[in-house]
């Protein structure tokens, strides 16, 4: 019987989250293509155009950098809706008396997080085609695709719930998710960088997110440290969301 409330529990909230995301669908995905579509042509086809990173176009390259990219920008967005329904709407006083356990709500909004990246991601497969750059989306392209989305769904989840304002939201953005845009391997092979460079960005989950996209796209040899750490870093970060609930909701 717990199980079935888990079960009935996870899907209420996912299911809330997901007819929102449907109903502002025509909207977020113009909004998800802006971003790519810019960088698409100024890093992708402008500068890079004549540039090769290894045996590939700096347009292969950077394409599923930018993938890894959306899925942790799109993911970690969860928690700005999270705290759109907390400060506004009051939806989390209702989840909490209602018969809905902290891992059933964290599950949900974990997922609906997972789902909204995979779209944004998909929209920048799309623009990729566009472009004349079609790779390989294998089972283990899409694996580390979901670990990453999982990675930040759930780091979303738990600072969501420790966020006073959205100008602490800001901050959480401005201090976690860009410099790993930047840094995390998107842009550029961290081969380039210092040894003592590439030591200190391995701890980034991003870079690993994107090692492991980008090896699956290119049909290289996995290297398993990328997923044995999204796996990982992913449980640590789920473990903090529920944690994080149990504080909130206490």
Known sequence: MSNIMIIRGWSAVYLREFIILKRRLPKLIPAWSVSPLLYLIAFGYAVGQ?????????????????????????????????????????????????????????????????????????????????????????????????????????????????????????LLTNFIITPMAFLGGTFFPLSQLPQWGQKLLEVLPLTHAAHAVRAAAFNEPARPVDFIVLAGVGALCFLFAILSVNSAKG
């Open 50 to 170: 004549h540039v090769n990173v290894g045996e590939h176009s700096y347009l292969e390259f950077l394409l599923p950098g930018l993938v890894a990219m959306a899925g942790m920008t799109q993911a970690f967005s969860i928690a700005s809706e999270i705290n759109i329904s907390r400060f506004y709407w009051h939806i989390f006083d209702e989840f909490q008396s209602a018969p809905i356990s902290n891992l059933a709500y964290v599950v949900g909004e974990v997922a609906a997080g997972i789902t909204r990246a995979l779209m944004a991601s998909s929209v920048i497969l799309v623009l990729g085609a566009l472009f004349g750059v079609v790779l390989s989306y294998n089972l283990l392209f899409w694996t580390a695709l979901l670990l990453n989305c999982f990675v930040f769904s759930s780091l979303a989840v738990g600072c969501a719930m420790h966020v006073k304002s959205h100008a602490d939201q800001t």
